[in-house]
């Protein structure tokens, strides 16, 4: 009877230390996980605010930001990873005139396939370009950036201020814009010669899923009539179709 009171409160004891032990390490994680939740911002203090007013649907605001956060970030290989290579069917190893698959196709054999990259300028001709290119097309643009600068429009800090459709999808497409640009805009240059310019970033419709993958991207200068169109109003350019401004910088 004796031993077996005495294995009783062994019995006990290690329970009575268990219990303590594991209350001890519970607490501990709860106050890990209190440091933990405190050192996480809130979303308001993150860099890039959500988009409020996607006008041409989730797919293309999806993409937008994911482009934003990674030019942001300074991370142009990420903004790659969003695009999608175009086959382009060589007509010959060199140009035969202006524009065509080049220099994507220079020393290509005729009808041979490459894949690439469609980059364009405004009120120039395309290009079609290697990935390698491509990326370095993105980068000039953001190493061109002149963040202290300050214009009408605001900052040269280079933000999202307009989406753009040059064609309404058909109703059996996921999106309600079959060509979407995502206008990005900053000021480059330095001194005398900094000017506000615009990256933007084309993504053709599919047939499934909620991303779009980006399938040229262009550059170029903002004529002074456009800007408010641009940057204020929204309405229509000849290049760049129907224009929504979700940054209305001008108001600010």
Known sequence: MGRAALWLGVALLLALVGAAVSYTQKDRFRRDDDVAGSSTPPLSETP???????PWG???CILAQGIERALQA???DAVVDLA???LHVCPG??????????PLCNGAAPSEGRFGYNVGRRYSEGAAVTENEFRARIQRFVDSVHVRAQDEV??????LFAFTCTQRAAPAQNVSCARLGIVFSAVVGEGSD??????IFWAVAGYAGKTLPITEVWDGIVLAEERPILFQTGGHLPDLGEVD???DALAR
């Open 74 to 76: 300074g991370r142009v």
């Open 245 to 247: 401004v979700i940054d």
């Open 194 to 199: 900094a000017h506000r310019e615009v990256l």
């Open 48 to 54: 890039v605010l959500a988009i409020q007013d996607c």
């Open 93 to 102: 190893p060199r140009p035969q005139g202006s524009g065509g698959p080049f």
């Open 58 to 60: 989730e797919a293309g």
């Open 84 to 86: 999608a290579p175009t």
């Open 154 to 159: 605001g900052k040269g800090d280079l933000r």
